[in-house]
């Protein structure tokens, strides 16, 4: 089907996401920093019962709980897209260039070290073996892991998908979009745009992010 594969992307990215789910702008605000407004005992995480106040992040909070102590950190909540340098795009207030404590233009190992899945690729990303990370590092850190996140972004799309085929036939009812995908069943209309009323794979599948 031809359409515009920005409203498809955004739309489709919203309902399959899976390591890294669309959470809307306000729920994202809510949940940045250690002081968020989720965060009532204010002891800098969110436990499940604080979680509970979003629904989508409580849907999500075993997903995100990444070391299963049943607290999210500050490392482990959904951040804003336009916010993030490791693992997105640009570095902004609240990304990974806050991090930078000392103000010298790079990440060092300590600084790094309080996002721990960035800790974690540090050699890997300091490519010069300096010691330190700058954002060029960053970026072709974030190229170079690219096709990897496509493709497993592309396994769970499909994995979604055969879930919500019931009977197998290679296309989703709207009775099986509604009983297995209800956040999609609002858009149902829009995505099939030749009122057969069935969605494919090609209808719903989201586009690569350039």
């Known amino acids: 089907m031809n359409r515009s594969s920005l409203y498809v992307a955004a739309l489709a990215a919203f309902v399959f996401a899976g390591a890294a789910v669309a959470v809307p702008s306000a729920d ?13 005992n204010q002891d800098g995480v969110i436990s499940r019962e604080e979680a509970a106040k979003l629904p989508r992040l409580a849907e999500n909070f075993d997903r995100l709980d990444k070391n299963r102590d049943g607290k999210l950190d500050a490392s482990e909540r959904p951040q804003r897209r336009g916010g993030r340098e490791h693992g997105g795009r640009h570095g902004g207030p609240g990304g990974v260039g806050a991090l930078d404590a000392d ?8 600084e790094a070290g309080k996002f721990p899945r960035l800790g974690e690729s540090f050699d890997r990303i300091d490519r010069n073996r300096d010691g330190y990370l700058v954002r060029s590092e960053l970026r072709a850190h974030h190229e170079a892991e690219r096709p990897k996140h496509e493709a497993e972004r592309a ?11 019931l009977n197998r036939d290679g296309k989703l009812s709207k009775i099986e979009v509604e009983e297995k995908m209800p956040r999609l069943a609002r858009s149902f209309a829009f995505y099939d745009e030749d009122r057969d009323g069935f969605l494919t794979r090609a209808d719903l599948k989201p586009m690569p992010h350039r």
């Open 103 to 110: 103000g010298d233009g790079r990440i060092s190992r300590a």
């Open 28 to 40: 994202a605000a809510a949940q940045q920093g250690p002081r968020s407004r989720l965060d009532a």
């Open 155 to 165: 396994k769970r799309f499909d994995e979604h998908f055969a879930a919500a085929d």
